[in-house]
């Protein structure tokens, strides 16, 4: 890994999983989800390394199964999944739970961090990019401004919530973007108008 910047602008996610908010590089990346990679064993394809905060919105709409339909498997690090408190009862966990017992959503540990990416981010964040560079991951699924932006200048591919969901309209998995934006909103996941209004344009909606 080459030299971290540090970034000053940004929001943060709520670390009690409770709200997220985003913004409009969230649909930045939606191009980046083309080629997958092979990791670790030759036999294994870890098409996606996850944050916590678009696995835990996705589980809370019941969405989290779009991912194993479109990559097959996610791959997170142990702080994400410290952060995903499976045993917590609340809203998510449980499914992520049996995501885990399933098997398509594991977990492997991340690379030491010798760069100092835990004083920038959260240890989920720091971690998530981490691993995602071990491993050559096609994609890191994460929704805070400032992982993002210190990913892509590591020349790791990201996309946000709002691009998966653009993905997976145009892969014919789900009908309508708006719909699963609308659900998001309902439960927490707070996202900008304008933030919005481009995601829906770039789902054609």
């Known amino acids: 890994m080459g030299t971290i910047a540090v970034f000053r602008a940004g ?4 670390l ?19 080629t997958e990679k092979t990791v670790g064993d030759p036999n294994r394809h870890f098409s ?7 696995l835990i919105a996705l589980a809370r709409i019941g969405r989290h199964d779009l991912l194993a339909r479109l990559y097959g498997s996610v ?6 999944m410290e952060e995903l408190q499976l045993d917590s009862g609340r809203p998510g966990a449980r499914a992520l739970g049996v995501a885990l017992t399933a098997g398509w959503l ?6 030491t ?15 998530a990019i981490l691993l995602a560079e071990k491993i050559a991951c096609r994609v890191l699924l994460i929704d805070e401004r400032r992982g993002r ?4 200048r590591q020349g790791i591919p990201v996309v946000g919530i709002g691009g998966f969901l653009i993905t997976a309209k145009r892969r014919g998995v789900i009908e309508s973007v708006t719909t699963e934006l609308e659900h998001l909103t309902e439960n927490g996941y707070r996202l900008a108008p304008v933030l919005v209004k481009e995601i829906r344009r770039l789902a054609g909606e």
């Open 75 to 80: 791959v997170v690090p142990t702080a994400v």
């Open 11 to 14: 929001t943060r996610r709520a």
């Open 149 to 152: 932006v210190i990913a892509r």
């Open 113 to 127: 961090d010798t760069f100092g990416l835990k004083r920038l981010l959260n240890p989920g964040e720091a971690e």
């Open 48 to 54: 996606v390394v996850a944050d916590a905060g678009p």
């Open 16 to 34: 009690d999983g409770q709200e997220y908010t985003l913004t409009p590089d969230d649909c930045a990346g939606v191009a980046a989800q083309s």
């Open 106 to 111: 594991e977990v492997m540990a991340a690379p």
